[in-house]
């Protein structure tokens, strides 16, 4: 696989953020599965890197997902979904999580505004507590009607 400078590790990120953030760059932050790229990922990826500087995907690994979502999931393996979102021009950096939720890497980067999609509530945003406690703004995106991951895999198995 070829190295993408866009994929890197927490600790790499959490550099990368302080010193942007020291130079006035607003950072964005939101994070998912990803596990089949679709339109309405799209839209809330393009959405979100429109309300600031630098878009940091977070990437649910695959043991993530498969707790999350069940043992047929995901599709696509992380590397796999790393490289396609590090392909998109509105993403700046793609880091892999482990954990269920990216709490712990939402802590690691503090990003100046948190961006999920309409399946969210203000009240159900993990790491909400954190960007606010530190003058951030949450945003949630309406979602893109019909356009779902698993509207995907129930419509090929109708096939």
Do not use: W
């Not at 707790?67 to 790393?82: F, I, V, W, Y």
């Amino acid at each position: 696989m070829p190295k993408n400078e866009k994929i890197v590790t927490r600790p790499q990120m959490q550099e990368i953020a302080a010193r942007l953030k020291n130079a006035g760059r607003k950072i964005v932050f939101t994070n998912g599965c990803f596990d089949i790229l679709h339109v309405g990922h799209l839209e809330l990826l393009e959405a979100a890197r429109g309300q600031g500087d630098i878009l940091i995907v977070g990437l649910n690994s695959d043991n993530s997902v498969r707790h999350l979502k069940g043992s047929k999931r995901p599709l696509n393996n992380e590397a796999d979904r790393a490289r396609i979102l590090a392909a998109l021009e509105v993403v700046d950096y793609v880091v892999i999580f482990a954990e269920d939720t990216p709490r712990q890497l939402i802590e690691a980067i503090i990003p100046n505004i948190l961006v999920k999609g309409g399946d969210y509530n203000l009240d159900t945003i993990v790491g909400r507590d954190i960007v606010e406690a530190h003058g951030g703004t949450v945003i949630v995106f309406p979602l893109v009607q019909g356009k779902s991951t698993s509207g995907l895999i129930d419509k090929l198995f109708q096939i």
